[in-house]
């Protein structure tokens, strides 16, 4: 399509196996042990990575892609839904916050299903939610594959397949070789990229419309909707918009892509740091890359497919090598999803349930060729997905967080809060929302006009309190206070 | 790997760490509710009566932009004033 455009991209790409492979030193050198290491970077990270990570590993293909194609075909509205995410910059750290940083480490935990496993001393939790994790986490994997597979197809005019097949090998080789390491740090270097392209395209898009002012006096000619909060069709209700707080913003506590990452960081001044970085951070993307979308509708009309209004507008307003880099932005933020999503399925395979009840004794030696053999076929289990792959990218991704933040949200919260939780109430709760939701999701969509993920997400929590207290005293006394 | 032998009760860092929770609910109170204010406080006015400010919609500018800078600001100031650091170390904590 455009040689300077894949120029940049290309050097992207470069640039990341470069990091990956230096980081994959680490693994090697560390003297944590390997599971600490592979799986969470020792428990070091500092502030400006641990920030950026979370936004990074949080911010998928929907917020860069998928996000501001609705927003620009619902208007002004789908960014007020959006920026429901700014809550997840600082709730999610502060909520699961010390309290899990002090657990995670008198329990040694390196996933978030090792720290249930130990809370709740149950085989049932364990594995119920190993299951859940591989599940879920794998259709949102093959949604992103899809994302930036469809990106580089755009970007490069290659087929498809070829472009899946580029994506996945950049993937697959730098989580295989450098572990969460080098995902948190590629992962930083995307999440830097991502600010800096938003930033220029928000501006050369502002510029190209000829001002706020105009754009938003050329959105209220086309259709008044577009300004209001209640979308294009009149039909973004406030119990709607509203509901995506649990979604996409509270309810993130539970994402086990994200509570690993909470805790991983090296003290509490790096999870200070974090707060503060993230909040800004997180907002800043959030808002930007929604108007973007909004502020392209007088620049590009009639776009059709929602996906390409990102990539078309960069190239419409920037000159094309510059669009070629901050086109890696999106790509940039596809890529730190999946490589964190392959790791924590991969985690919930080897960690989970291979050392907890396939051998428990296995060596080193062995839990390391398991874990990077594991990682290697999910990889490809999710390029034959991604190959032909259903068409409704966001959907499938929501899908998935919200069946995760149904399962895990309470066993979490009351695991840390709750000194009288116990396996019953946990299992209890899991079971109760993952079978609402999907339940809910495929048979009534969005009950009283909220998001299929809320009623779940209440159901859940009534069962894992009725179920703790009708158990008292069947298990040991509280674990700790 | 059993927690049998960890001291699990009343680790003097949890009421830090309880009370720093609370801080992140009661922050994602106000940002709900000056969001949700904002939005269809103004917001719900006809189209044609809207007020601008920077260009924007005011009810989008209140909501989303200067709603985005308030929180920005809270976390901030609540992190440096209402926020401990702890030590996250074991052995540092029982020797001390």
Redesign the interface.
């Known amino acids: 399509m455009n040689t300077s455009v894949i120029v940049s991209l290309a050097a992207f790409l470069v640039l990341i196996f470069a990091i990956g492979i230096w980081s994959s030193r680490n693994v090697n050198r560390k003297g944590s042990g390997f599971l600490q290491e592979y799986f969470l970077g020792s428990r070091e990270l500092g502030g400006f990575i641990l920030a950026m990570t979370m936004i990074a590993t949080y911010g998928s293909a929907s917020s860069f892609i998928g996000g501001p194609g609705v927003a620009y075909t619902e208007g002004?509205g789908w960014?007020?839904l959006a920026?429901?995410q700014?809550?997840t910059?600082?709730?999610v750290?502060?909520?699961l916050?010390?309290?899990f940083?002090?657990?995670a480490?008198?329990?040694?935990a390196v996933t978030l299903v090792d720290f249930l496993k130990?809370r709740y001393?149950s085989k049932a939790v364990v594995l119920f939610s190993a299951f859940s994790i591989i599940i879920f986490l794998f259709s949102a994997m093959a949604a992103q594959w899809v994302g930036g597979a469809r990106l580089i197809e755009s970007l490069t005019g290659l087929t498809y397949t070829s472009a899946l097949f580029i994506f996945a090998v950049a993937v697959l080789i730098y989580v295989i070789l450098g572990g969460f390491r080098a995902v948190v740090v590629t992962d930083t270097v995307q999440g830097v990229v991502m600010v800096f392209g938003t930033l220029v395209i928000l501006i050369g898009t502002i510029i190209a419309g000829g001002?706020?002012?105009n754009?938003?006096n050329d959105l209220?000619a086309e259709n008044?909707?577009l300004?209001?909060?209640?979308g294009a069709e009149g039909n973004l209700t406030?119990a709607y918009v509203?509901s995506f707080?649990i979604l996409v913003?509270?309810g993130v506590v539970a994402l086990p892509q994200v509570t690993v990452r909470a805790m991983s960081y090296r003290?509490?001044?790096a999870m200070?740091r974090a707060?503060?970085v993230g909040?800004?951070v997180v907002?800043?993307i959030m808002?930007g890359m929604h108007l973007i979308g909004v502020f392209a509708r007088p620049i590009l009309p009639g776009v059709e497919t929602g996906d390409h209004v990102m990539p078309m507008i960069a190239m419409e307003v920037l000159p094309a090598w510059v669009a070629g880099i901050v086109l890696a932005a999106p790509l940039a933020a596809i890529m730190s999803t999946v490589d964190s999503l392959l790791l924590i399925v991969s985690s919930a395979v080897v960690r989970d349930v291979y050392m907890n009840y396939i051998k428990p004794d296995a060596t080193v030696k062995r839990v390391k060729q398991v874990s990077f053999g594991v990682t290697a076929v999910l990889g490809v289990l999710v390029f034959a997905l991604a190959l032909s792959p259903p068409d409704l990218l966001i959907w499938l991704n929501l899908f998935a967080f919200g069946g995760l933040e149904a399962a895990f949200i309470w066993p979490v919260i009351f695991g840390?809060?709750w000194n009288r939780a116990n396996k019953y109430g946990a299992i209890l709760s899991m079971a109760a929302g993952v079978l609402s939701y999907v339940v809910i999701h495929q048979f009534y969509p969005d009950p009283f006009g909220m998001h299929s993920v809320v009623l779940p997400v209440v159901l859940s929590f009534v069962c894992f309190v009725v179920g703790s207290l009708l158990t008292q005293g069947r298990t040991d006394a509280a674990?700790?206070? | 790997m059993e927690n049998n032998g960890i001291d699990l009760h009343s680790d003097p860092r949890y009421r830090i760490a309880n009370r720093e929770a609370v801080i992140g609910v009661v922050l994602v109170i106000i940002n709900f509710v000056w969001w949700y204010g904002f939005a269809y406080g103004l917001g719900s006015a006809p189209p044609e009566e809207y007020t601008f400010v920077f260009g924007l919609p005011a009810w989008f500018f209140w909501s989303c932009v200067a709603g985005f800078l308030l929180m920005v600001i809270l976390v901030t100031a609540v992190v440096k004033f209402a926020f401990t650091d702890v030590s996250f170390d074991e052995e540092e904590e029982e020797s001390r």
Not at chain 1, 105 to 108: D, S, T
């Open positions: 002004l960014v007020l920026m429901a700014v809550a910059g600082y709730f750290l502060m909520v916050g010390k309290k940083a002090i657990m480490r008198k329990y040694n130990h001393n001002g706020i002012t754009i938003m209220m008044p909707n300004v209001t909060p209640f406030p509203s707080w913003g509270v003290n509490s001044q200070h707060l503060i909040t800004i907002g800043f808002l840390l809060y674990l700790h206070t």
